[in-house]
């Protein structure tokens, strides 16, 4: 009799565990298909929340200073950072963006973001004109923004960065008219496609790699237990080391679940959400983790 009941036993526990996991699936489904808001992005950060990628900072920054990769012919050089969804692309960008010795090089920085969706008939031309003339291009044509553009640009040394670029389209226009500029400007774009930044005419490209481990921890344990989260126990450390091993360096998904987490202060909900099946970030994979995160 007690074996039978033992049986009986396992074969609840059978069920719960499969329970469990169809939950998660059909909490997964729910998420999977709807689409991630275009968060944009902008200049400002907190420089208190990045770990790691002092080598890529340093090398930028000193990109930027070196007038020398600007050839006597042109007056703009095209810096490019290049990587996979959630690397730091965009962090990297700002840190360079916002350094004091950089801001004293540059009489005209601006911060554009690019508009990847084709569908909303805006342009980069556009992009460009509604943040340096800070107004809408409305009725004007190319001609007319161009020379609005130059009148605003012309002589200045510019630093512009172009943050999540897919296409090299429409470089063309734009170039034409950031040459108007005086010798030494730059252009940083953010891309996650190699191609883009070399029909571009990248002087320079910084090719980002998985952040290390040890910054990864660092940044998700301040997500995680900093500012009221639950007890940095050992228990629920040794959890969320193994929810970092399976984030695979990418700071963006290491960032999410160590706010995730922020929420949760029992063992048995950081169990669960290290034994999801849907957690281990792969690649470009970053998105899935995202949407199950962000229902």
Same mark, same amino acid.
């Given at each position: ?64 200073? &070196?007038?020398? %990769?600007?050839?006597?012919? !042109?007056?703009?050089? +095209? $810096?490019?950072?290049? /990587?996979?969804? @959630? ?76 943050? &999540?670029?897919? %296409?090299?389209?429409?470089? !063309?226009?734009?170039? +034409? $008219?950031?040459?108007? /500029?005086?010798? @030494? ?111």
């Amino acid at each position: 009799m007690a074996h039978r009941v033992q049986g009986v036993n396992q074969v609840f526990d059978d069920i719960a565990k499969e329970k469990k996991i169809l939950n998660l699936k059909e909490e997964h489904a729910k998420v999977r298909d709807k689409p991630i808001l275009d968060r944009g992005t902008f200049s400002l950060m907190d420089e208190t929340e990045v770990f790691g990628r002092e080598d890529e900072k340093s090398a930028a920054i000193e990109m930027l200073l &070196d007038d020398s %990769s600007t050839a006597r012919e !042109d007056t703009i050089s +095209v $810096i490019a950072i290049v /990587g996979f969804g @959630g690397l730091g692309k965009t962090t990297l960008a700002q840190l360079a963006y916002n350094d004091q010795e950089v801001g004293k090089c540059f009489t005209f920085k601006e911060w554009v973001c690019v508009a990847n969706d084709d569908s909303s008939g805006k342009t980069l031309l556009g992009d460009v004109f509604r943040h340096i003339c800070d107004s809408e291009p409305r009725s004007l044509n190319k001609n007319e923004m161009g020379k609005k553009l130059e009148e605003k640009l012309k002589e200045k040394k510019i630093l512009l960065v172009f943050d &999540d670029v897919w %296409s090299s389209s429409q470089w !063309d226009d734009v170039r +034409v $008219i950031l040459k108007h /500029g005086a010798h @030494g400007s730059k252009v940083i774009v953010n891309t996650r496609k190699q191609e883009v930044a070399n029909d571009m005419g990248a002087v320079h490209s910084l090719n980002l790699t998985d952040l290390s481990y040890d910054h990864c921890w660092a940044l998700f344990k301040k997500c995680a237990f900093g500012r009221g989260g639950p007890d940095q126990t050992r228990n629920l450390e040794s959890i969320g080391r193994e929810i970092v091993k399976k984030c695979h360096g990418v700071p963006l998904a290491v960032k999410a679940m160590g706010s995730l987490m922020h929420s949760k202060v029992t063992f048995r909900e950081w169990k669960d959400i290290e034994t999801c099946e849907y957690l281990d970030v792969v690649g470009d994979n970053v998105v899935n983790v995202l949407r199950l995160i962000h229902p």
